[in-house]
């Protein structure tokens, strides 16, 4: 898979469906030279023809070449300081208060499988699975040494990057930058594609033609956030969902980032991804290294759904772990909706009582069960059960949870600390803040300095009490507010940029530690719903509750765009109540339930409301997504239609099993049009020559019935071949009603 030819100085990485190449030329400069479509062999072709272009300098060295400038060489990790004007991938600060170093190629390390990245969540791979390269750079001046990671994996179009920097030399030095991938596209022609949001809003896909100049998708809030992932895609303007080239990129990080784009004066584009170098800082002693997060390129030639089809089979298949990874998702309630801080004993057996009596698997008791949080004022940090709530304590709720036959899950923010509190009173210093300003609010809460080994071991220790005080099946962990004031009063002047760094880190520490203490715990992440959706928070709990917005209809899009990256299993997603509480907007059960399945289902409402009618509908839609679930959570992902395109009026997501046997397919219309096409489904992923038989049929209510088919001709039993349903295709029955969903499941025969 990793190949390097001496002569040449080509390193190839490649498998089946892609080739990565760098070149080393002149013994010393390492440049890129393809990425896309797998090759057979990289015989340069494409040669880069030497220019001698006017204020494009010459390295001292070739001072008389004057087509040799490093200011149009397409290059693996650029410099700033001898004549590239484009972004660097790194800087540094020497102690003389100059930034400029040299790195040139020193040597290389081909190794089978791939190396663990100390202290970071990573994509992990055995030696049959993936290889892994690494470049050894070197700064003239030996200052500084850096190490290029670069892992291919045998039958995924993705390559993870890191970098590792260390301080070669015998004074301290700052990093300033320190980038987990660039690389120089030879042109321009592209879209530029992300996913942007806020809080109830999260991972609109915009599309828009690449432009010259420099633009960055970045976060500067403390975390990957609601207003923007640590993703970003370059596709070629003919790209579809189903074909055309798309390079996608994605960071392993859950704090603050940077993907950036430069198209500079010949048409070139450079992309760099990391840590947002805005107010990042690291202090490096003589000896010392900086280990960036990793960054995963994936090249797709099957469009945007072939990128997100690599991206969820590299989730699934070397990201999440434990237990869950590979075990079906339990359906569960929440009564974050149905009661808000407002509960007691009663309430939630009443709760788990009608749970049960569903068919749901879980219930979890969300925010208000500790100190004496009755609105979010406070008892933030003091992770002791409020006994006046809750006077059988947790385990008398996990005991009466359990004996209705369901799991029992609970919700804890442990970065948090509510001014009021004890934890504060005792110790205000384990906040972030700076000295001489009043800390801002966020929620009437402050974020707990995770730099600091104390406070990490302080949320270890008071999470595993509770863990240990009670039988607790599922954690959900929230975070709801951003960081300000976001330095440390533990560090030093010349680490205080370390900081929200050292958070994220420090956060890792925690999370890792409590992990492998509960194997058996199901973690689902969340910040205020999909605010920290990442897949460095992936790494550690395999689920991440999708956004506050469960309106069906918003979700549609939240959870579509959700998916150009994460796969169904990672995405928590459940059924509320009507008129919903954060649009007003009544839909119908059906619509709610289907789009809910598209993640990990559940419901969130007060159950014990329902009418028996609306129960008797749950009933069976728990029974449908049970009978389905092994597909919705381990198929393979289609998106058929995005409600990005068009008039948004419009989604279908299609599954198909593991095993090829099921296929399940969903088509959403949000409202109904007079006079609309008769929509026609095309599948994908089926066998041509199978015959799929229909098993389930559930179209939209308020079907016109003069021109409902199935009055005439029933669908359920009927069957057709694979090339009929992909390339013909599957009518989509006219409803009168807005907000409908359609259902349909096929078995191959
Ligand atoms: C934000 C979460 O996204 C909600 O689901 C809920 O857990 C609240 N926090 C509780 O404060």
New binding site residues.
């Given amino acids: 898979m990793i190949t390097f030819d001496e002569q040449t100085g080509i390193f190839h990485l490649h498998n089946k469906q892609v080739s990565y190449v760098l070149q080393l030329v002149r013994g010393r400069y390492l440049l890129h030279r393809y990425w896309g479509r797998a090759i057979r062999e990289f015989r340069d072709a494409r040669a880069f023809q030497p220019i001698d272009r006017s204020f494009s300098p010459q390295p001292a060295a070739y001072e008389n070449e004057r087509t040799f400038s490093l200011d149009v060489l397409p290059q693996e990790y650029p410099a700033y300081g001898h004549g590239d004007y484009r972004l660097p991938a790194y800087e540094v600060r020497l102690a003389d208060g100059t930034t400029v170093t040299e790195l040139f190629y020193d040597s290389y390390k081909i190794q089978k499988g791939k190396p663990e990245l100390a202290g970071l969540p990573a994509a992990y791979a055995d030696k049959h699975e993936a290889e892994t390269l690494t470049i050894f750079l070197r700064d003239t001046a030996d200052k500084l040494g850096v190490e290029l990671h670069y892992t291919i994996f045998a039958d995924l179009p993705i390559i993870t990057r890191d970098v590792k920097l260390t301080n070669t030399g015998t004074a301290a030095l700052e990093l300033l930058n320190a980038a987990s991938f660039s690389l120089d596209f030879p042109d321009h022609d592209f879209d530029r594609l992300m996913l942007y949001g806020g809080h109830a809003a999260e991972r609109s896909l915009e599309r828009r033609p690449l432009v010259r100049g420099i633009e960055e998708v970045s976060s500067r809030r403390g975390a990957s956030s609601h207003q923007a992932s640590p993703f970003l895609a370059l596709a070629r303007p003919e790209a579809t969902e189903k074909q055309g080239e798309v390079y996608g990129f994605n960071l392993v990080w859950s704090g603050e980032f940077a993907l950036r784009t430069e198209v500079e004066q010949f048409g070139t584009t450079r992309l760099i991804g990391g840590i947002n170098p805005f107010e990042f800082r690291w202090y490096l002693a003589p000896g010392e290294s900086f280990q960036t997060p990793e960054g995963w390129l994936c090249y797709s030639r099957k469009g945007l759904n072939g990128m997100s089809q690599a991206f969820h089979a590299l989730i699934r298949q070397h990201l999440l772990r434990g237990r869950y990874q590979h075990a079906l998702r339990p359906i569960l309630v929440?009564n974050?909706e149905a009661t808000y801080f407002d509960f007691d004993d009663e309430k939630l057996d009443q709760l788990a009582e009608c749970a049960a009596d569903l068919g749901i698997e879980m219930m979890v008791l969300?925010?208000g069960w500790f100190g004496h949080r009755n609105d979010?004022n406070s008892s933030l940090g003091d992770w002791q059960v409020n006994t006046d709530k809750l006077k059988k304590g947790l385990a008398g709720v996990a005991a009466s949870v359990h004996k209705r036959g369901l799991k029992f899950g609970l919700?804890f923010?442990p970065e948090m600390v509510s001014v009021d509190s004890d934890l504060y009173r005792a110790h205000s210093d384990w906040v972030l803040q700076v000295r001489d300003y009043p800390s801002s609010f966020g929620r009437h809460q402050l974020v707990l300095d995770l730099s600091r080994q104390e406070v990490q071991d302080y949320i270890v220790r008071s999470v595993s009490d509770v863990l240990q005080s009670a039988p607790i099946d599922y954690v959900?962990w929230?975070f709801?507010r951003h960081i300000t004031e976001g330095f440390s009063l533990a560090l030093p002047p010349e680490r205080q940029g370390e900081t929200r760094t050292r958070f994220v880190l420090g956060l890792y520490h925690v999370l890792e530690t409590l992990v492998q203490a509960f194997p058996d715990v199901l973690f689902e992440s969340?910040?205020?719903?999909g605010g920290r959706f990442d897949a460095g928070m992936l790494y550690y709990m395999p689920q991440t509750?999708c956004s506050?917005d469960t309106d069906a209809v918003q979700r549609l899009k939240i959870q579509s765009g959700t998916s150009m990256i994460y796969p169904p299993i990672t995405m928590g997603a459940h059924v509320s109540v009507t008129p919903n509480h954060q649009v007003g907007r009544v839909t119908p059960m059906q619509t709610r339930a289907f789009a809910a399945m598209l993640g990990c289902y559940g419901y969130e409402l007060d159950i014990t409301r329902m009418s028996d009618a609306e129960k008797a509908e749950v009933r069976e839609h728990i029974a449908l997504y049970k009978h389905l679930r092994p597909t919705l959570q381990f198929g393979t992902f289609y998106r058929l239609l995005t409600p990005f395109a068009g008039t948004a009026n419009e989604t279908a997501w299609q599954w198909v099993s593991e095993d090829g046997k099921q296929v399940v397919l969903m088509y959403f219309k949000t409202l109904a049009e007079p006079a609309c096409p008769i929509r026609t489904l095309r599948l994908q992923g089926l066998e041509k020559n199978q015959v799929y038989r229909v098993t389930d049929y559930w179209p939209a209510k308020g079907l016109a019935h003069d021109t409902a088919l199935a009055q005439h001709m029933p669908l359920v039993g009927r069957q057709f071949y694979g090339d009929e349903l992909m390339y013909s295709g599957l009518t989509v029955e006219k409803t009168d009603a807005d907000f409908g969903a359609w259902l349909w499941a096929f078995e191959q025969q």
């Fill in positions: 929440n974050w969300d925010d979010d919700w923010e959900k929230d709801n969340c910040s205020g719903g509750w506050d």
